[in-house]
């Protein structure tokens, strides 16, 4: 495997449903984020791991639970979700800021869960 | 004032035309910026980082102004191909800030 993997990449499930989202990066990168992507919106920064600490979560609603377990794996686990949180959910892996020597830090995206929550 | 702004098109461009469009950012303390493509229903892949200076990769050149704030990316020679959404990121505050993107459409 190569890049950044993500799975499930379609879910559907129910307002009472606990699922979970993983995603897993073979880029040696040491941060990882999860972002939201609604039609027609810019992507939303959900969560962000940076050498396996949390260091953003920008209000996100406790519905949605991140876990870092090692600098290569992330998991969103979700439970009790609304329909409006139906969207697009992408993973990305990166440097750490200033750790690579680099101001640049690109981020590189997995290929996404179409989550759909009737 | 959105932190990033774009255009959000579409775009509906002829094959072989030129095409550009900016990203407006509002903190002048950004410190690096980034065009990335995505096509429908797929995730956001980087094309190019954008430097001071300005750069080329082929058919696509970005340019940096910063005295106006803005980033650009210009298209040549477009194909077929390049129909996608063009979104535009800019690093600041240790965070990728994104703007919702342009649509470009190519037709034959």
């Known amino acids: 495997e190569t890049g950044v993997t993500q799975t499930p990449r379609h879910l559907v499930m129910g307002m009472t449903n606990k699922k979970s989202l993983k995603c897993e990066q073979h880029?040696?990168?040491?941060?990882m984020y999860w972002y939201k992507q609604s039609a027609k919106k810019p992507l939303e920064l959900m969560f962000v791991y940076s050498l396996e600490e949390r260091v953003e979560n920008n209000s996100v609603p406790s519905r949605f639970s991140p876990e870092c377990p090692n600098s290569s794996h992330l998991f969103l686990h979700l439970h009790t979700l609304q329909p409006e949180d139906s969207a697009l959910y992408l993973c990305?892996?990166?440097?750490?800021?200033?750790?690579?020597?680099?101001?640049?830090?690109?981020?590189?995206f997995g290929p996404g869960t179409r989550l759909t929550v009737l | 004032r959105k932190e990033v702004e774009q255009d959000p098109g579409p775009f509906n461009v002829p094959e072989g035309a030129t095409v550009a469009f900016n990203c407006t950012y509002s903190?002048?303390?950004?410190?690096?910026f980034f065009w990335y493509r995505q096509d429908c229903r797929k995730e956001p892949k980087l094309l190019m980082s954008?430097?001071?200076?300005?750069n080329e990769d082929g058919r696509f050149t970005a340019q940096l102004n910063r005295a106006s704030q803005y980033i650009s990316l210009l298209i040549r020679d477009s194909k077929l191909s390049d129909s996608a959404t063009y979104l535009c990121?800019?690093?600041?505050?240790?965070?990728?800030?994104w703007g919702a993107g342009t649509k470009l459409i190519i037709k034959p």
């Open positions: 990121a800019v690093y600041s505050n240790y965070q990728l800030i």
């Open positions: 903190n002048s303390a950004s410190q690096s």
């Open positions: 880029l040696g990168h040491n941060a």
């Open positions: 990305a892996s990166s440097q750490a800021p200033g750790t690579s020597g680099r101001a640049d830090n690109e981020q590189f």
């Open positions: 954008v430097y001071s200076s300005g």
